[in-house]
């Protein structure tokens, strides 16, 4: 028979495994963005995200994608699978960039004519969370050019388009033509803005 003293050390032992156990779950990783790895996890009043890969050069981020377009955001829903995702559908008003990009992913070549006149665009988080991994898409009659790629997810879902890159793949309208970048937290070599032409420019 044992002693108290040591069942009472058994009994230590047994509730301290079970706290280290709770305390060291997580969610799931979510289904993430593009050919960088994004690891998500859910935060309380946000959602948290790291990307490994940073982008050299705007041709490298053009590299990952599969169009790039200039438009607006028509409307949004959210979706709440593992994590809430909101998706926009995005008016294409100009599709700048579709066929050199697609090469360097094994994507099939787009031409302008098959790129359809609106996209749902896929974002991890809500726009009233305190943090997201990018900025999510405004429907207030922003005018974006983003660099996409298709989802490859299943079902419904499998139509949709991710940001390249997270944030590294949004640029907003400003004056003159000129789009602009926000800096975020990863080290990419993205300037702060670009034009139309630049774009086009790429190969």
Partial sequence: MQSKPALGLILAGLILASSLASCSARPSPASTSTLSTLEAEQRAGGVHAS????????????????????????????????????????????????????????????????????????????????????????????????????????GEAAAQFYVTGGDAGIFTKGADGVFMHKVGPVNDNIPAQITKEEISALK
């Fill in 51 to 154: 990307r490994s890969k940073e982008y050299r050069d705007m041709a490298d981020l053009a590299a990952d994608s599969t169009v790039v377009v200039v438009g607006r955001v028509l409307k949004q829903e959210t979706v709440v699978e593992d994590i809430p995702y909101t998706l926009s559908t995005l008016e294409v008003q100009e599709p700048l960039h579709p066929t050199p990009l697609a090469t360097a992913v094994n994507q099939p070549a787009l031409s302008k004519s098959s790129i359809p006149t609106t996209v749902v665009i896929r974002q991890l988080g809500t726009s009233d969370m305190s943090e997201t991994p990018s900025p999510i898409l405004n429907a207030d009659g922003t005018g974006y050019l983003v660099f996409i790629r298709p989802t490859e997810l299943p």
